[in-house]
Structure formats: C-alpha cells, structure tokens
Nanobody, 115 residues
Framework: QVQLAESGGGLVQPGGSLKLSCAASGIIFSFHIMDWYRQAPGKQRELVAGISVDGSINYADSVKGRFTISRDNAKSTVYLQMNSLKPEDTAVYYC?????????WGQGTQVTVSS
C-alpha cells in the first residue's frame, strides 16, 4: 500500500520559515518524480515545486527564491524548505509522487502564515 505522509506544517508569522517533509512508503521512491502542491481556500490546487529522478527542479514563479525542494532517496523523503513566508502562502500543502500514469497523493498539511 502506497503512503505519502506529510509533516511540518503549522502557524508561522510573515517572514518566518517552515520545513515540510513527505515520507513515502510502498513505492520505489527513487523512480518517482516528487512534487509539492498547495490549495488555498476557494482556489484550485497548484504546483509549487517539483524534483525529478535526476534531480532537476522547477518552481512556481510565486515561490522562486523563497522555497527549496530537495529529496533524500535513502530516506524516501522529499522536503520543502519555505523561507520568507507570506500570508498568501497559506494553504494545505500536498505531496505528490508520480511515475507514468501512477499518481499518488498525501493527505496534506496545513500551513498558515499570519501575525
């Protein structure tokens, strides 16, 4: 059974930092592209950052220079370091793993940026 377990969300003040983790099980992690998505209330889910099997990375324009995605294949974990957080970063953050037509989602972790 495939499981993606996100952690690290919480409440942070504007300008603060959080680091999200997503631990995967039930898949050959190193074969999968790993993405972080987010969904704010009333908005569509959007891609925040992705990291491929060869380590190439892409970011949404809104987070470039502030967020960093990384992966540790030995731990089957993908991370999202979020710095200089803004209120508009408030959302539920989801981990996504995909390989071909196989797509898996985590349950999400809430990130709230507020003073």
């Amino acid at each position: 059974q495939v499981q993606l377990a996100e952690s690290g969300g919480g409440l942070v003040q504007p300008g603060g930092s959080l680091k999200l983790s997503c631990a995967a099980s039930g898949i050959i992690f190193s074969f999968h592209i790993m993405d972080w998505y987010r969904q704010a209330p009333g908005k569509q889910r959007e891609l925040v950052a992705g990291i491929s099997v060869d380590g190439s990375i892409n970011y949404a324009d809104s987070v470039k220079g502030r967020f960093t995605i990384s992966r540790d294949n030995a731990k089957s974990t993908v991370y999202l370091q979020m710095n200089s957080l803004k209120p508009e970063d408030t959302a539920v953050y989801y981990c996504n793993a995909h390989l071909g037509r196989a797509v898996y989602w985590g349950q999400g972790t809430q990130v709230t940026v507020s003073s």
